[in-house]
């Protein structure tokens, strides 16, 4: 059998899982972002729009999450996702005037978009300058 392993692959062969130091914060209401403006006074604050039946969105979430080492894990990341929260997604582009996009990465700080990216851009945007 060990021909037919090397060739469909081995079953119980594990997958190394890769760790990660984002803490997602669920962005599910508009009261959040006056905190999120709030808290941005003192730090950078990100928010990650992502679409769950995009398959762009979710290569691009995992390029994210596989470039965020252990120096940001103190970074705070508000995930929303644009499928449950469409009005909420609309809002967070009129209070900040970004233009949507899916997936879209956006840095606030001093309650103002000091940065956003789109797709395959996201990774432009390097969150240790922040």
């Known amino acids: 059998m060990g021909i037919f392993n090397s060739i469909f692959g081995n079953k119980t062969v594990k997958e190394e899982k890769q760790e ?3 803490n997602w914060i669920p962005l599910t209401s508009i009261e959040q972002l006056k905190e999120i403006k709030k808290q941005s006074k003192n730090e950078a604050i990100a928010i ?7 398959g762009i969105s979710s290569m691009v979430i995992k ?3 596989s ?3 252990e120096e940001l894990k103190d ?5 929303l996702d644009l499928l449950s929260y469409r009005d ?6 009129y209070e900040f005037q970004v233009l949507h996009q899916s997936p879209q990465l956006l840095v606030i700080k001093n309650g103002v978009a000091v ?4 797709h395959y851009n996201i990774a432009q945007i390097d969150l240790k300058n922040f």
């Open 115 to 118: 940065a956003h990216a789109s």
């Open 20 to 22: 990660s130091f984002i």
């Open 88 to 93: 909420l997604s609309s809002e967070v582009g």
């Open 75 to 79: 970074f705070k990341v508000y995930y």
């Open 67 to 69: 470039s965020f080492d």
């Open 63 to 65: 390029r994210f999450v």
């Open 48 to 54: 990650f729009k992502h679409s769950t039946r995009c």
